[in-house]
């Protein structure tokens, strides 16, 4: 019953701001702190807190930041023995501002996620797979394809929603989108029809995050809705990240869509009252608390 999660690791630099810059603007930041994140390693400890089995399948550089986001994991007990050390480039880096209202606009230097390779073994005896666009789409493809994991259910978060990454559509039993990227992927639009018109073979589902208005799941036959939980919003970095990794999470241990649908959006509001991406995840017992 365990999560495996294909994936970046990134050091997050967060500079708190009162209002987001604006092309051509410079601000002054209220305050800057080193934190870990990344789309992969945030999902990956999302699903450990939540009492997930938790591998992760990515890339570090050979220095520091490397050193401190693998033992940043490893405490959120999250299996890093699959992670690789390379050579060829550093530490993945992300530069994130943070508003008053706690909006982010983020950038990404890639680095050593750009290069992350998948082996075969690593894949064996999971339920269920979960990837996002920060690493290249070869590797998913790789990971999606293979017997393992065409016997679990295959999710892919598409953020970004990349052109490479649409391939990918094919081989996903669940596709999670927020509204911009399903606009992207579904050439116009943010709702039902939108999605319906990303499923591309029987058994598809999509869901959309709807930030505070909560969540949607769309498939063939049938559309669920979860309503957003209220929230005393710090910072909604990771927040997509906590959505994702939830719902694997749940997904493994058997639980029905609709169940795990509103697990994944009661704790994403969650960590959205807290400060960072990786250290805003809730545990289980705040997700349960935040349900009753
Ligand atoms: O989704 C939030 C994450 O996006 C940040 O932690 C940052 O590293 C980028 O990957």
Redesign the pocket.
Known sequence: MSVCVIG?L?L?FVCRVDLLPRPGETVAALGLDRLP???GA?QAVAAARCGAEVTLIGAVGQDDAGDALLASLTDAGVDVLNVARVGRAPTGQ?F?WVSAAGENS?V?VGGANLEVGVPGAALKGHTVFLAQL?TPAAAIETAFASDAAKAGIRILNA?PATEAGRGLLPLTDILIVNQTELSLWAGGGADEEAALRLLCRPGQTVIVTLGAAGALAVSADCVLRVQGRPARVFDT??A??CFCGVLAARLATGAPLGEALAWANAAASLSTERPG??PAMPNLAEIEAALR
Do not use: F, M, R
């Open positions: 970046s990134n997050d994140g990344g789309k945030n992300a994130v983020i990404v920060e953020a970095t990771g997509g990240d991406a990786a």
